[in-house]
Nanobody, 126 residues
Framework: QVRLEESGGGLVQSGGSLRLSCEVS????????MAWFRQAPGKEREFVGA????????YYVDSVKGRFTISRENAKNTVYLEMNSLRPEDTAVYYC???????????????????WGQGTQVTVSS
């Protein structure tokens, strides 16, 4: 059974930084494409960014480009989301998601991912 567990969320002031982690267990992490999504109250879950199984490709939604960075450490079965210059509009529950093979392209939709974590709350105060 594949399990994803996010951590690192919290309350931060506008302009601050946080690093989220997502540890994957029970599966072949090094073969998974990984992504981060977020969901604000009353809104649909939206794509934030994704990283290929090798770490060689990343893709971000325009609103976080230049501020957020996704990375992975296959030896630790962990994917990270480094978030800088945080804004109040970044407030949401952040979810990590896994896409097992075949994962030739980085999906930006929730349907592209088979496994999900429970989420971690990020709150940015103004």
């Amino acid at each position: 059974q594949v399990r994803l567990e996010e951590s690192g969320g919290g309350l931060v002031q506008s302009g601050g930084s946080l690093r989220l982690s997502c540890e994957v267990s029970g599966g072949a992490f090094s073969s998974y494409g990984m992504a981060w999504f977020r969901q604000a109250p009353g809104k649909e879950r939206e794509f934030v960014g994704a990283i290929s199984w090798s770490g060689g490709s990343t893709y971000y939604v325009d609103s976080v480009k230049g501020r957020f960075t996704i990375s992975r450490e296959n030896a630790k079965n962990t994917v990270y989301l480094e978030m800088n210059s945080l804004r109040p509009e970044d407030t949401a529950v952040y979810y990590c998601a896994a896409d097992p093979p075949p994962n030739i392209v980085l999906s930006t939709t929730t349907r592209g991912y088979d496994y999900w974590g429970q989420g971690t709350q990020v709150t940015v105060s103004s």
